[in-house]
Every structure is written in structure tokens, then in C-alpha cells.
């Protein structure tokens, strides 16, 4: 009985493993080749290395390495090659369709959720560039107008007199939340490498938090006297949201650039933020906006 639930759990993994062309592209070279390095398969493969890491984590089970860090297949994964050389793996009795979704539904996961997005910026890096310092300019034009003082993803109302020194602080904080979370990346998950796509991605995860600067500016030019910005609870309770929107966003970022699963990516994520709330207790800067 046991053997036989073992059997099914091998299937399964091996059909959720293989539902993907390079990944069986993968699997095929090892056939042929025995082993491959790294290198071989980045050159063969022609792929960015976050993807090819994230390739290689869903065949975790199907492929290992030797004593010489070259890649091979496992018992599990021979029997994988197997079954995508069969007429099993090419169509299934029932073709499983996808439930249909509203177009606001899809405009909604595409806003909080942007991985397409992303995946769109990665491939056009010509493109990403550009968008990533927009983001980061007009962020530190309006956080400058609203006189508030950037730290990571958090903003406290500026020291007066230091009000010149908000747009160097906003690029510093875009580079300090790339540094840590491609340190994390490499210490917890043994990811290098796609630096410049993750500090593309970490411009637009800044993206939400620096609504808080822009609605706190047209507040005060425009004399709104909006509850979420005068109310003190409204206004700690849009951030917090605002920052979550942004930890969703610098997920993905990390997820596409490094080639991490969500949950992995998750991790370095909320470390993130962790660190962020650390910072602000050691240097004193949590205030009443």
C-alpha cells in the first residue's frame, strides 16, 4: 500500500516537473551527455541564470550533483526521461482547462500580483532601465515636496533643514533594499548572478510606498485635509498596506531575477522588512506622521 502511494507521489511530481519545455530540455542533455556543469547548460541552454536556477529547483528530485559539481540524473530522473519520451507525458485523456477569469479579475492579480509584468521588464532590459530610474525620480521629487524622509520602505516626517538630503536618501534606500535581499539571496538559496534585473525590480517594489509621499503632497498643496493624511491611525494603516503592496511586488522581483520559488523568494522578502523595522527602532526614527 505504501509502495504503491510512493508510485503515485513519484507520478505526480514527475508530470508537475516535466510541465515545462526546458525543463524536459534538461532532463534530455543529461541523458545524452551524462553530466553538464553549470556553465555548459547556461551556454547550451541560452537562458538568463535566475531562470536556469529556477529550472533546476522544480527537477530538484530528478537531478543532483557529483563530487565535482556537475549535474546528473537520479534514479527518479532517468525514470522522468523516460516518461517524456512516451506518448504518456504528450496528451492527457482529459485536457484540464483553466477556469475563466473577468477581465477586472486579471487587471487586479496584474496590479497587486505584476509577474507578467516583470517577466515582460526582464526580457527588455533596454526598457526596464529607464522605467526603474523614472520611478526612482519622480519618487524622489515627490517625497521631497511632501517633506518626508525615506528609510528602506518607511517615511518619517523630515528633520528640518536636512530636506535637501530626501532624494539621496530614497536612492539610498533603493540600494539597500537590493543589497539585502541579493545577499540573502545568495547566503540562503545560493543565488548569484542577474544583479542589475533585481535592482530593476527593486525600483518598481517602491512603487507602492511612494503613493504615501505623492497623496500626503497633493494633500497639502491642494488643502484636501484628507483623513489619510491627518488622521494618525489612517495614516500608519495606509503605509502598512502600502508596504505590503511593495513586499508582494519585491517577492516577485526576487522570484523572477533569482529563479527562487514564491515561498523562497517570500522569505528574503519579509527579511526585508524585518530589517526595515529593525533599522528604524536602532536609529531612532519611528515618529507620528
Known sequence: ???????????????????????KRILELLSEKGSMSFTEFKKTLDVRVGTLYYHFDALSRLISQDEQKRYILTPLGQRAYEVSRSEESVAPSRPLLPKPRSAA????????????????????????IPLAFLV?????????????????????????????????????????????????????????????????GTS??????????????????LGLRS??????????????ALQTWAIVILTYAVSLSKGLRIDKATIVSLIVAYSNILLLFVLGRISSL
Open 1 to 23: 500500500m505504501a509502495e504503491s502511494s510512493k508510485h503515485r507521489e513519484d507520478s505526480f511530481y514527475i508530470h508537475r516537473a516535466l510541465n515545462h519545455p526546458l525543463r
Open 227 to 240: 483623513p489619510f493624511t491627518r488622521d494618525p491611525t489612517a495614516v500608519r494603516t495606509l503605509l502598512v
Open 105 to 128: 479579475g486579471v487587471y487586479f492579480r496584474n496590479l497587486f500580483l505584476p509577474s507578467g509584468f516583470f517577466s515582460y521588464i526582464y526580457a527588455r532590459p533596454r526598457v526596464g
Open 136 to 200: 526612482i525620480a519622480l519618487g524622489a521629487l515627490v517625497s521631497f515636496q511632501a517633506k518626508l524622509d525615506p528609510l528602506l520602505f518607511f517615511f518619517d516626517r523630515a528633520i528640518q533643514g536636512r530636506e535637501i538630503l530626501i532624494p539621496i536618501e530614497l536612492v539610498l534606500s533603493w540600494f539597500g533594499v537590493f543589497l539585502i535581499s541579493d545577499l540573502l539571496a545568495r547566503a540562503l538559496f545560493q543565488r548569484k548572478g542577474d544583479h542589475l534585473l533585481l535592482l530593476i
Open 204 to 221: 518598481f517594489a517602491f512603487a507602492p510606498v511612494l503613493l504615501f509621499p505623492l497623496l500626503r503632497y497633493l494633500d497639502l498643496s
